[in-house]
């Protein structure tokens, strides 16, 4: 089985940044492409960005608008989210996922194989 743990979720203000981590802390197999998620109260999951197993191209959705990027660190098993110019429309839960084949994009939960256990991001105006 494979286990994803987020960290790096935390308050801060409006304008501000955050970078979150994902490690793959237990793999069996090989893991490809890794995408963000967010959840926000009420709301239903959306998709943030992916990233390619070289890590050469990635994809966000429409409301990252470059605020947003993706990179990940094969030899640590490690992908972040780097967020900059955080709005309150932001606050959510933000979750990691992996896919088990190299799909890319990979906008839709349904592609994922495995997710983390999310971690809180609040922006406060």
């Known amino acids: 089985q494979v286990q994803l743990e987020e960290s790096g979720g935390g308050l801060v203000q409006a304008g501000g940044s955050l970078r979150l981590s994902c490690v793959i802390s237990?793999?069996?197999?090989?893991?490809?492409?890794k995408g963000w998620f967010r959840q926000a109260p009420g709301k239903e999951r959306e998709f943030v960005g992916s990233?390619?197993?070289?890590?050469?191209?990635?994809y966000y959705g429409e409301f990252v608008k470059g605020r947003f990027t993706i990179s990940r660190d094969n030899a640590k098993d490690t992908v972040y989210l780097q967020m900059d110019s955080l709005k309150p429309e932001d606050t959510a839960v933000y979750y990691c996922?992996?896919?088990?084949?190299?799909?890319?994009?990979?906008?839709?939960?349904?592609?994922?194989?495995?997710w983390g256990q999310g971690t809180q991001v609040t922006v406060s105006s």
């Open positions: 996922a992996a896919i088990r084949t190299p799909t890319f994009p990979a906008t839709m939960q349904e592609d994922y194989n495995y």
């Open positions: 237990r793999r069996t197999g090989n893991i490809y492409t």
């Open positions: 990233i390619n197993w070289v890590g050469s191209r990635t």
